[in-house]
């Protein structure tokens, strides 16, 4: 096991930012749940922990109760160091919170090495009664805003780690190498070599098999089992007949014909479109394409015959959004390996240009495992795909005719029928940015950029009487879709 500090996620957003932190200095970090018990903390063996969480709101979760008594070192961020410091006999004032730019003055403190006093803007900064086994290490304003148990490596802090805050990078990286004593080992190349002694272990000298469904998580977690494996790597892939204009084509002419990969093209579009005949629903569209994949994935397990191993491409936001598990997979009776399971998506792109895949590969929007089924309203036909996958195609183009494509999240077209009309049909576009709080706003895009594909959807597509272009806000992880 390599030198490894894990973050307990109180905050998605504070875990994402101090996890990132702490990868771009080389340290290698894993974020679990705030609730985790102390038996597997212990059996990740990690060499210190990071308490994540913001200032502005409480704690999402409690902490389990023995652990501050593990014999690790420990950081508190945020509303979790209140925490930290109840469990060591302090507490809070009751005095009026404080915001602003504060000047900042920092104890000599390995968690402080190379910091200079000043100034620095603080959030909700609220004074605290420290108990007789703590002491002040830094203040904001005379407040005590940094403590240290006296005798043991713990410590906490309300200063909140922003993204740009290179003090705090500084801080996260003297309490990784310093205080924890972690070497900087994590790059590129040693999590692609870690990934590749893995699964060589893992499968050994039998045969391992990875569903790809034309995403980069998968794709990259193929190529990571195909550079260990080589032609002992299975791979299959379903056309659904629900991918857009072209993909099937160009996922197969890459990781096949150019990157080598040994792939099963399961062509599935009549039995899906049967199955969707008459389905309405959004709920009974997902439930019907998961159910439909499941059962060809399963059908191709038995004809593969035996195989030693599972690749999986799970992500990190597979695991923090609970998408993960509902997935439909191949029957894990075997080992199961999910080499990206710890890297967000941007991190899982780095990857794949570490591997060789090209911009245009990397740079793929996320698409939903539903397809396009989900951006038909109404029944899912053969003609409304064809129609559908013309006009998202033509949008697509034109915003990346226009070069706007890499400051957007997500952008596509939805297929409508206009409103008291059973022959009249409508285009929505959709392109929207996310934030790091999880929302989803939408894209101010150039006008020439609608007005063109609005020409064009009107000139080619004649099917479609009506282009709109959707302004909502929405979650980003929920909401993106109409249905």
């Known amino acids: 096991m390599r030198d490894l500090v894990l973050v307990l ?16 200095e080389r340290v290698m970090c894993r974020i679990v749940s705030g609730s985790v018990s102390p038996e597997e903390i212990m059996e990740q063996q990690p060499l210190g922990l990071v308490l994540a969480c913001g200032t502005e709101n409480e704690i999402s979760m409690q902490p389990h109760p023995a652990l501050f008594d593990l014999p690790l070192p420990m950081l508190a961020i945020g509303r979790a160091a209140d925490t930290m410091l109840q469990a060591m006999g302090g507490g809070e004032e009751e005095a009026p919170f404080l915001s602003g730019l504060m000047e900042t003055a920092y104890s000599a403190h390995p968690l402080f090495d190379g910091l200079e006093n000043g100034d620095r803007m603080v959030k909700n900064i609220h004074p605290w009664l420290l108990s007789a086994s703590t002491r002040s290490i830094c203040t904001c304003e005379e407040r005590t805003v940094g403590f240290t148990h006296k005798e043991r490596p713990l410590m906490g802090l309300q200063l909140e780690m922003e993204q740009s805050d290179m003090d ?46 034309g995403g980069l998580d998968s794709g990259v977690s193929a190529l990571l089992g195909h550079r260990a494996l080589g032609d002992r790597l299975k791979c299959i892939f379903v056309d659904t007949g629900l ?57 191709e397990k038995h004809r593969l015959g035996r195989y030693n191993a599972l690749i999986k491409g799970t992500s990190f936001n597979d695991i923090m959004f609970g998408k993960g598990d509902r997935r439909p997979q191949l029957a894990e009776d075997v080992p199961l390996m999910e080499p990206v399971r710890d890297l967000f998506k941007d991190e899982i792109r780095r990857i794949g240009n570490f591997l060789g895949i090209p ?18 309203m109404g029944e899912v036909t053969e003609e409304k795909l064809q129609i559908l996958r013309k006009c998202d195609h033509i949008f697509r183009e034109e915003i990346i005719s226009a070069g706007a494509e890499k400051r957007l999240w997500q952008y596509f077209a939805v297929l409508s029928p206009l409103p008291g009309s059973e022959n009249q049909t409508a285009v929505c576009l959709r392109a929207v940015h996310a934030s790091e709080q999880n929302l989803a706003y ?11 594909t609005t020409t064009r959807i009107l000139q080619e597509v004649p ?21």
């Open 243 to 299: 991918l857009r204009e072209n993909e099937v084509n160009d996922f197969l002419s890459f990781y096949r014909e150019q990157m080598g990969l040994d792939i099963l093209c399961v062509n599935a579009k009549d039995r899906f479109l049967s199955a969707l005949q008459g389905v309405e629903s959004a709920d009974k569209k997902r439930n019907v394409i998961g159910l439909t994949m499941q059962q060809i994935l399963t059908e």
């Open 168 to 213: 705090a990078s500084l801080m996260l990286r003297n309490f990784a190498l310093s205080i924890c004593g972690c070497s900087p080992w994590w790059d590129d190349d040693a999590f692609v070599s870690r990934a590749k002694e893995e699964i060589r272990r893992i499968t050994g000298d039998g045969i391992a098999v990875c569903a790809m469904t």
């Open 9 to 24: 996620n109180f905050s998605d957003t504070a875990s994402r930012t101090i996890t990132r932190k702490l990868r771009s």
């Open 442 to 452: 939408a894209a101010r895009l150039p006008y020439d950029v609608t007005e063109n």
């Open 463 to 483: 099917q479609v009487q009506r282009v709109l272009y959707d302004l909502t806000p929405s979650g980003r992880y929920a909401g993106i879709e109409w249905q």
């Open 359 to 376: 911009a245009e590969v990397l740079s793929r929007q996320p698409f939903p495992g539903s397809g396009l089924a989900l951006r038909i």
